[in-house]
Nanobody
Framework: QVQLVESGGGLVQAGGSLRLSCAASGCTFSYYAMGWFRQAPGKEREFVAVIGWSGGRLVYADSVKGRFTISRDNAKNTVYLQMNSLKPEDTAVYYC??????????????????WGQGTQVTVSS
């Protein structure tokens, strides 16, 4: 059974930084494209970023482009989301997700096979 566990969320002031981690187990991690999504209160879950199984093909939502960076370490079975220049509108629960065998990771949440439980990120103004 594939398990994804996010960590690194917390409370930060606007302009600050956080790095989220998502550790995977129960799978051959290097065969999975990994995505990050977020859900703010009262809103639908939205795509943030994705990285292909080989570590290339990075795709970002326009709202985070230039501020967030997704990366992965296949030796550690972990995907990261470095978030800089955080804004109050980045406040949300952040989820990582995995989809098997995709060189180019999708942005649609329905295409993902596995999800983590989420980690809260709160950005104060």
């Amino acid at each position: 059974q594939v398990q994804l566990v996010e960590s690194g969320g917390g409370l930060v002031q606007a302009g600050g930084s956080l790095r989220l981690s998502c550790a995977a187990s129960g799978c051959t991690f290097s065969y999975y494209a990994m995505g990050w999504f977020r859900q703010a209160p009262g809103k639908e879950r939205e795509f943030v970023a994705v990285i292909g199984w080989s570590g290339g093909r990075l795709v970002y939502a326009d709202s985070v482009k230039g501020r967030f960076t997704i990366s992965r370490d296949n030796a550690k079975n972990t995907v990261y989301l470095q978030m800089n220049s955080l804004k109050p509108e980045d406040t949300a629960v952040y989820y990582c997700a995995a989809v098997y065998g995709r060189i180019v990771g999708p942005s649609g949440e329905s295409e993902y096979d596995y999800w983590g439980q989420g980690t809260q990120v709160t950005v104060s103004s």
